[in-house]
């Protein structure tokens, strides 16, 4: 069996809605092609928001409903914002009918937030 690699964690302030930030470390994990990381989403939510981590999982407040692929879209939406990536490097790829999923940003090495 081969080594397991130890996660690499990113620490950046986050911006919540009221206006606070705070500092948050994503564990992902690298790729050649990309990165992969956990994401919890919390559809039907009042506001959209990154609200810190769950586990080991960055936990997303989406205020779309999980219906037809609409809170993915939304979550694909603001992940494109937060990191200023396009949407077509970001894709789900596990969990698209679940509240965890597998997110992956294509052609970048590092998950980095804008200050």
């Known amino acids: ?9 990113t620490e950046r302030k986050i911006k919540n809605p009221k206006g606070n ?3 948050i470390k994503i564990p992902f994990d690298k790729t050649k092609d ?3 990381f956990k994401v919890k989403v ?3 939510s009042s506001k959209r928001h990154i609200a810190g981590l769950h586990a080991d999982a960055l ?3 989406l205020t779309g409903p999980p219906v037809e692929g609409r809170a993915n ?3 694909i939406e603001l992940l494109s914002d ?8 970001i894709r789900i790829l596990k969990g698209t009918s679940s509240k965890q999923k597998l997110v ?3 052609g970048i090495e590092e998950l980095k937030i804008p200050e």
Do not use: D, Y
Not at 1 to 9: E, Q, V
Not at 82 to 89: E, G, H, P, Q, W
């Open 34 to 36: 990309g990165i992969i």
């Open 21 to 23: 930030f705070f500092k």
């Open 82 to 89: 937060t990191f200023r990536i396009r949407k077509s490097a």
């Open 1 to 9: 069996m081969g080594k397991l690699k130890a996660k690499k964690r």
């Open 73 to 75: 879209e939304e979550l």
């Open 42 to 44: 919390e559809p039907r």
């Open 104 to 106: 992956f940003i294509g």
């Open 59 to 61: 936990k997303i407040k």
